[in-house]
C-alpha cells in the first residue's frame, strides 16, 4: 500500500505502509519516495519529519520497537537518495497515536506506516 500528496507548497506528506511485524519498505514505495525527493527544486531547503507507527498487535515494547525499526528504515532511504542526516527528525509513537480505529481490521493496516512530512524551512 502507498499514498502520496503534496499538501501544499511549503508542505509535502507521505506515508509508506508496512505489513505486520515487518518493517521492510517495498521497491515501489521506496520509488515513491526517490520521485518526491527528486521532485523538490532544493532538497536542503527542507526538514523532514518521520513518524512511526503500528497497530496494537503485540506488545506495548514489541511495538516501541517496531515502531523504531520502521522510522529507521525509511531514514536510511531518506538518507540514501539525497537528504543529510542532519535534516531529519524522527519520533517513534508505537501504538501510542492511531490515526485510524484498531478495532477494525482495515484500521489495522492503516496504523501500521510511517509518516514523512517534508517541511520548506523559512528563508
Keep these: ?5 503534496k499538501i501544499d507548497d511549503d508542505e509535502i506528506k507521505m506515508s509508506i505502509f ?3 511485524g515487518s518493517y521492510y519498505v517495498d521497491l515501489k514505495q521506496e520509488d515513491a519516495l526517490k520521485k518526491i525527493i527528486e521532485s523538490l527544486m532544493k532538497p536542503e531547503l527542507y526538514e523532514v519529519y518521520v513518524h512511526g507507527h503500528t ?8 511495538n516501541q520497537w517496531l515502531s523504531d525499526m520502521r522510522t529507521d528504515e525509511v531514514i ?3 538518507k540514501k537518495h539525497g537528504i543529510p542526516k542532519d535534516f531529519i527528525y524522527d519520533k517513534e509513537f508505537g501504538e501510542m497515536s492511531p490515526v485510524y480505529s484498531n ?6 493496516l492503516m496504523n501500521r ?3 514523512i512530512i517534508f517541511k520548506k524551512l523559512e528563508m
Design 1 to 5: 500500500m502507498l499514498s502520496g500528496q
Design 18 to 20: 508496512f505489513g505486520g
Design 55 to 62: 497497530d496494537n498487535i503485540g506488545s506495548m515494547e514489541y
Design 76 to 78: 536510511e532511504l531518506i
Design 103 to 108: 478495532e477494525t481490521y482495515s484500521g489495522q
Design 113 to 115: 506506516r510511517v509518516d
